[in-house]
C-alpha cells in the first residue's frame, strides 16, 4: 500500500493497499509458494515434480497418486537502503539503512484422488505482500512509510485426467487482504518553508475472487510440457484514513474510504525433460499482466473521491508487464537424495517513471540450490536456498521525470542498493504409504 499526499498543483493522497512480505517478484508480489521449485529458480515448476506445483497449475495434481499434502515454509531475508542524491528537497536529512522487513512466509498444498481419472485439491498462499520500515525523517519521506500489507489466499481446485497424455484442471481463488500503513507528509508554511511533521494513516480490510486453470500434457514418457493461468483479481479494500500533525490539512477526508486495486492476471509455461535416470532439466516463461492495474480512485464513505488538501486521492502504479525465465536442472543422487538448482531473469514491472522509495523494485537475477531427502516411506522434506541480484536503481520524484507520484510540494532523487536471500524447508507426505507402510506402495498413474 502507498500513500502520497500533497498541498498544490495536481498533488494527491495515494495508498498502495496490495503487496507481501518483502515482495520478492516482480512488482509485489511473492514468488516463494514451493521450496521444491525454488531449488531451481522455478524452472520447470508449471510441468510439475511437486504438489506445490498447483499453484501455478492445478492440472499437475493428476501426477499424485492417493491422498497427498506438502507444506512450504520460507524465511526472507531482504535489503534496500536508500542513499539521496543532490536536488532532493529534503536532503538534509539524509537516507536510510535497510528498510525492508525479514518476512516468514508459508504455503500449504492437498490432493485427493477420488478415482483414476478425477482429484480434489486445496491450496492455501500469501501471493501479494509488503512489509517495510523507514524513519520518520529522511530524505524521501513523503514516498514512503511503515507499510504491513497481509494477503491470504485459498483456492479449491479439481483435475481430470483425459488420457494418458493430457490433464486439465480449474479452481476457484478467494482472497482475504489486510493493510496498515503510515506516511510522511510534508507541509509548505508561508514565511516559516517546509515543515516534515505531518502524516497520514490509512488502514483496512477487503475481498478479491479470481480462478486457476491449467493443463498438462506428456508427449513422450520423458517429457511433460505445462501450462497454468492464475486470473486477474479486482481485489476490494474498505478502510479508513487518518491525517495527523500539527498542522490540520483544510479540505481532507478523515474517515471511511474505499478503493480496489486491478491486480494481473499470470501465465506459466513449464517443460521438464529427463535425458537419463539421473538427470533431469527445466524451464520457465512467465508472463504477468501488471500493465491492467493502471491508476486507481480512492472514494469516501459518502460515494465521493476522497480528498486530501482538497484534491482527489488516486492510486498511480502504471506498471508495464513483468516477465520471468528460468533454467535449471535436478539430480537423482541416490533413491533417498535429489539435488538441484537453477538461474532466473526477471524483468520488473516497475520502471524508473514511476519507481518511488516504498517499493524500489527493479530486475534481477536468481541463483539457486536445493535438494530433497527421504526420510521415511512416505515422508520427504525439501531444502532450497536463493540469492538474487538487483539491478542498480534509481529513483526520481519530481516534476521534470513525470512521476506520477510526485506530489507538486517535495523532490525526492536518489539511489538503491538492494538484495535478497530466501530459505525455504518443505515437508511432504504421501499419506496412504505413511498411514500404511506394510501396504504395496501406489504409483503415479501420470508419469514422466
Known sequence: MMVRAGLRGASALGLLLIATAAANAGGFALREQSAYGQGTSYAGVAAGGDLSSMYWNPALMTQFAGVQSSATYSGIFPYAANTPAAGSTLGALGGTTNTINNAFLPSSYMSYQLNPR??????????????????????????SGNTTLKTYNAAPSIAFKINDWISVGAGVQIEYASADLSRGVTVPVPRVGLLPVDSADIWGTGWGYGFTAGLTLTPTPTTTIGLGYRSQLNQKIDGTLQQYGAIPLPGTTNGSVSTTI????????????????QWTFMGTVEWTNWSRIGTSEV???????????????????????GWFFALG?????????????GV??????????????????????WVSVGATWLIARGVSMDLAYSHAFVKSTSIDVSAASG?????????????????????????????????HPQAPAKTALYTK
Open 262 to 277: 486491478d491486480l494481473p492476471d499470470i501465465v506459466s509455461l513449464g517443460i521438464r525433460q529427463q535425458v537419463s535416470p
Open 344 to 365: 532466473a531473469y526477471e524483468i520488473s514491472p516497475i520502471t524508473d517513471d514511476v519507481r518511488i522509495p516504498l517499493l524500489p523494485d527493479n530486475d534481477r537475477t
Open 299 to 321: 472514494d469516501s464513505g459518502s460515494g465521493g473521491p476522497a480528498l486530501v488538501g482538497g484534491k482527489p486521492v488516486t492510486i498511480a502504479f502504471n506498471y508495464d508487464d
Open 403 to 435: 512521476n506520477p507520484s510526485y506530489d507538486g510540494v517535495t523532490t525526492y532523487l536518489g539511489d538503491v542498493s538492494s538484495h535478497f536471500d530466501i530459505i525455504s524447508l518443505g515437508l511432504k507426505i504421501r499419506w496412504d504409504e505413511f498411514l
Open 329 to 341: 536442472a535436478e539430480y537423482k543422487w541416490t533413491d533417498r537424495l535429489t539435488v538441484r538448482g
Open 118 to 143: 478425477l482429484w480434489l485439491g486445496m491450496s492455501f498462499n500469501a501471493p501479494f505482500g509488503l512489509s517495510t520500515r523507514f524513519p520518520d525523517l529522511w530524505a524521501g519521506r513523503d514516498y
